[in-house]
């Protein structure tokens, strides 16, 4: 079977750590959507350590790692990384995968990114500006260039021509791109590709199964961010959903077991879109510096609020969650009382469930509250009895309104700060 992590916000709750802790369970870490615009924050011998591309299986000896069909690589990015990860683990090299059907970034598609943002003006999306979004324009428009094109004789071909169709796109807005200045780095980063373990993701992940090994697919990005289901169109290009891993990998959906979703104690999110619950002033400004709330890519400050359990059941129902993490209950120890959303208040009409457009109508977020556990910081905890009664009430409530148990809590950065609580018990 092949089990699935993802995030349920927006991005950004803390999916690395996660992956970090459960690989040592893991046989293979199979990253299945987006691209170098996801930051997963991990803290090897001391350093952290931000990936992009890789997943974070990499620094575990025993597990091999897959970037999946479903993911676009940016050569540049990615081989950047891997000197990183190399600096440290020399021999990381040896247990990375990429499958072949994943398509490239190529230094046009960050130009086209960037001219097309800039044309918004005021109604930009927040693009990373990565080139992620027109990488899999190409994709779904038939044009793509593919990781398995590199190996072709008539590469250089193939490229000219998707650049020649690029730039007759971009002589149509008034931005100029300095994009020739990134070209030179690509394909040097293209020939230390053709380096690496290239394989035909599909065969190679039922291989695994077939061996018996246990697979962990890694989501990037968050489901609030998923193009069908997120706040369209604030959203990211790729479904980062349970059901995003089948097509991402190349796998059955009956081989999908548990789903872990990882939702933070609180909400944030970073660019433009909706966001019901956020909070302004000294209160929104006080949990962004105490959560360090700076985008692990773009260095963004991250937009903060209170936990919205009307988002967070919607997305436990579109991906099946059976299990739920959650992280950075630390962050929370100074604050109380605590507000949790409950419902929405749509231009005069209460709901639970999400609307259609958040972008539409007036949208107001229904709080109740809970005391805060200032008494009993849970950055000090090491034990499921030491939590707090108050927290273990925030607890109970949030699985409640769910229905998904919460299976582990995260109360700092460190491995070691990773509380497990048996399934079948603990609410």
């Known amino acids: ?4 992590l993802l995030g349920l916000q927006w991005g950004d709750e803390g999916k690395g750590k996660i992956v970090d802790f459960l690989a040592a369970r893991y046989d293979v870490i199979a ?9 997963h924050t991990l803290y090897v011998a001391g350093r ?9 299986g990499i620094f575990h000896a025993h597990c091999k790692n897959l970037i999946g069909n479903g993911v676009v690589i940016d050569p540049v990015t990615l081989l950047k990384e891997l000197r990183t990860i190399t600096e440290l683990v020399p021999d990381a090299l040896d247990r990375l995968f ?22 918004k003006g005021v109604e930009k999306i927040g693009s990373t500006l990565k080139g992620i979004g027109p990488a899999y324009m190409d994709k779904t428009g038939r044009n793509g260039l593919r990781v398995g094109d590199i190996l072709s004789p008539d590469f250089d071909k193939r490229y000219a021509k998707i650049r020649e169709k690029h730039l007759q796109l971009l002589s149509h807005y008034d931005t100029v791109i300095d994009w020739q200045t990134w070209e030179e780095d690509f394909l040097k980063s293209i020939e230390e590709m053709r380096r690496l373990q290239i394989v035909d993701g599909e065969y190679w992940i039922e291989s695994q199964l077939s061996a018996g090994k246990k697979i962990l697919a890694e989501g990037a990005q968050g489901s609030m961010l998923d193009v069908d289901f997120g706040t369209y169109p604030f959203v990211t290009s790729s479904n980062t959903l349970s059901a995003g891993a089948c097509a991402g990998l190349g796998i059955a959906p009956s081989r999908i077991g548990e789903v872990y979703g990882i ?11 909706p966001f019901p619950t956020e909070l302004f002033g000294e209160e929104g400004e006080a949990l962004r510096k105490a959560g360090g709330e700076f985008g692990a890519t773009t260095g963004r400050p991250r937009r903060c609020g209170w936990m919205d359990l009307v988002a967070l059941r919607y997305a436990c129902l579109l ?12 962050v929370l120890d100074d604050f109380s009382p605590l507000k949790v959303c409950v419902a929405y208040d749509v231009s005069g009409k209460e709901t639970t469930q999400m609307p259609f457009d958040l972008c539409d109508g007036e949208v107001k977020p229904v709080y109740i509250e809970f005391e805060g556990w200032k008494k009993a910081p849970l950055s000090a905890v090491r034990s499921l009895a030491e939590l707090p009664e108050s927290f273990n009430e925030y607890c109970r409530f949030i699985e409640d309104y769910i229905g998904v148990p919460v299976r582990y809590i995260s109360n700092g950065v460190h491995r070691e700060q990773l509380l497990e609580k048996a399934l079948g018990g603990g609410k």
């Open 31 to 39: 990253r299945f959507q987006g691209g170098p615009n996801a930051g």
């Open 98 to 119: 990429i499958a072949s059907r994943a398509h490239l970034i190529l230094p046009t598609h960050r130009a086209l990114d960037a001219a097309s943002e800039a044309a």
């Open 48 to 56: 952290k350590v931000v990936l992009h591309t890789v997943p974070s």
């Open 319 to 330: 991906s099946g969650v059976t299990q739920l993490i959650i992280t950075k209950t630390d």
């Open 1 to 4: 079977m092949v089990d699935v």
């Open 263 to 273: 939702t933070k104690a609180y909400c944030t999110r970073v660019g433009s879109g």
